[in-house]
Each structure stands twice: as structure tokens, then as C-alpha cells.
């Protein structure tokens, strides 16, 4: 809105057209306002009518508050989040029923991830894969001939939960050196021997046993000792692989024998019970 005042107009014809112009915008609300210059303590004010120059009395530009954008743009990010998070939701959901057809595959699901190929030498020279203790429960044992206490006690162990499984139903435990360099194919035979003759011995080279550690994620370290002799510092799990040469469960010291032997024929049952399920579904 713009008001110009003539330099020769009677100040109260002035005051009567303010007075006019300005009475329709009383409702708009505090976004109007105006600028006003008095004049009647002017020297230029004479007879009551001005002698300056006309003045342009105009609304100044009002721009909107930087918080008023907040609350809508706060809104619009929340919103975008929350789409955003439903669809990654979606994306890792499993569908119902998705898994009804096949046991075998919702099993796989809890399995931890260890185990993989590998390709080692056992006790006899003799080339041995994953694939050779398929059809077969095993219990596979990392460890080395050299240790002094824990490996002893752990292959033992081993042989004993074997003893005790071997009325119910057969598993092969398997060893498998972290230290190739001093556990040769007639180092581990020779060890063996003195605990149970049906434990399988495996060697290899160094970079095929790191490549095997690797795969059942075991932790092993040489620790140099005075005199040029090392230790193995290892983390001594055994692992329970059912016939397709998949981990079932992964047992630490913890275990004795006895409750070794009581697991892991709780986990053949169990997954005997997931077979016998999956058959029926199948057939059905």
C-alpha cells in the first residue's frame, strides 16, 4: 500500500485520508504496518500545510521467521525415517511359511557360520577333503602333539564322549594340527595311538592348515619360547559336523565328557526329528 502526500494539502485533509486508508487494514493482523513521520514540529510547517517534498510512506517487506520453517521440515524428515526404516524392515523379514517346505533350510538359518573345504593329509599320506566325511556325524577337534596340559586333556575327552556315544550311534572324531611344522603324518599317528585308534589324524602344509583354521574360524598363535622351542596358544574348540559337513555346535572346555556326550546326542536327535518333519511335509 503506498500514500503520497502533496506538499499544498491541508494537514487536516491528511489526517482524514490516513484515517480512511488505514481502517480496512486493521483486521489483517500484525503483519501490517506502516511507517509514519510527524511533521508538525517541523520548521517546514507552515500554516499548516507542508513545504517539503512529498513523501512515499510504504509497508516495509516483511519476511517470515526462520522458525517457522522448523516444525514442517522436522515433520518431512521423521516422516522419510520412518519409510525409510519399514523398508529395510521388509527387506529382512523372512515371509511366513517361506521356510514350511523344507526343515532343512530353517535349520540352516541357526547354524553358526563355521566349516568350509579343505584338502589335508591324514595319518597314512593320504589326501583328505570335506567331502570325505560326508554321510557321517564327526566331532572335529584343533589341536597339536607339542601341548603340554589343555590339548592332552581336550583329545582325551574327545575319545571318551566317542566311547560313551558308540552305544547309541557312531561319530568320528576328527584332529587336525595347527602346528604342521612338527605334527608330520607319523608324529600324529604315533600321538593317537596312545589315546584312541579310530581318531583321524590331519596335517598339511602350513598354508593349507591356516586356510582350515580360517574356515572353523579357530584362533591359534606360536608363542617363542627360550631355547628356540614354541608354544600354540589356541582357542581349543571342538565342533559337532552333522552328515552333510555342516556345524551344528561348537562346544568349548567347559564341557567334560559325559555332557559333551549328552549335547551332541541331544543335537542328533534333534535334527532327526527336523528330518523326519521335513519328509512328512514333503510327501505330504
Given at each position: 500500500?503506498?500514500?503520497?502526500?502533496?506538499?499544498t494539502m491541508p494537514m487536516s485533509l491528511i489526517q482524514k485520508q490516513f484515517r480512511v486508508s488505514l481502517d480496512?487494514?486493521?483486521?489483517?493482523?500484525?503483519?501490517?504496518?506502516?511507517q509514519f513521520r510527524g511533521y508538525t514540529g517541523s520548521?517546514?510547517?507552515k500554516n499548516k500545510r507542508l513545504t517539503t517534498q512529498p513523501v512515499l510512506v510504504e509497508e516495509p517487506s516483511h519476511s517470515r521467521s526462520w522458525s517457522s520453517y522448523i516444525f514442517p521440515t522436522a515433520v518431512i524428515v521423521i516422516a522419510g525415517a520412518g519409510v525409510l526404516l519399514h523398508y529395510n524392515d521388509e527387506r529382512r523379514a523372512i515371509p511366513k511359511g517361506a521356510h514350511q517346505n523344507t526343515g532343512q533350510e530353517t535349520r540352516t538359518i541357526n547354524k553358526p557360520a563355521f566349516g568350509g573345504p579343505f584338502r589335508l593329509i591324514d595319518t597314512e599320506y593320504r589326501l583328505v577333503t570335506e567331502n570325505d566325511l560326508r554321510g557321517q556325524w564327526s566331532l572335529i577337534y584343533f589341536g597339536y602333539t607339542s601341548s603340554p596340559d589343555v590339548g592332552p586333556e581336550e583329545v582325551q575327552k574327545m575319545a571318551k564322549a566317542t566311547d560313551i556315544l558308540e552305544h547309541n550311534i557312531k561319530i568320528k572324531p576328527v584332529f587336525i594340527t595347527i602346528d604342521p611344522?612338527?605334527?608330520s603324518p607319523s608324529q600324529l599317528r604315533a600321538?593317537?595311538?596312545?589315546?584312541?585308534?579310530?581318531?583321524?589324524?590331519l596335517t598339511g602344509s602350513i598354508d593349507a592348515i591356516r586356510q582350515t583354521a580360517q574356515e572353523y574360524r579357530v584362533y591359534f598363535k606360536k608363542v617363542e619360547e627360550d631355547g628356540g622351542d614354541y608354544?600354540?596358544?589356541?582357542?581349543?574348540?571342538?565342533y559337532l559336523m552333522d552328515p552333510n559337513m555342516e556345524t551344528v555346535r561348537c562346544f568349548t572346555q567347559a564341557y567334560n565328557a559325559e555332557q559333551l556326550a549328552e549335547d551332541i546326542l541331544k543335537e542328533m536327535k534333534r535334527s532327526s526329528n527336523s528330518d523326519s518333519k521335513s519328509n512328512e511335509q514333503k510327501q505330504n
Open positions: 500500500m503506498k500514500i503520497f502526500l502533496s506538499k480496512p487494514l486493521q483486521g489483517l493482523g500484525p503483519f501490517w504496518s506502516f520548521s517546514n510547517y611344522q612338527r605334527d600321538y593317537l595311538k596312545e589315546f584312541d585308534t579310530r581318531i583321524v589324524g608354544l600354540v596358544a589356541s582357542s581349543h574348540n571342538m
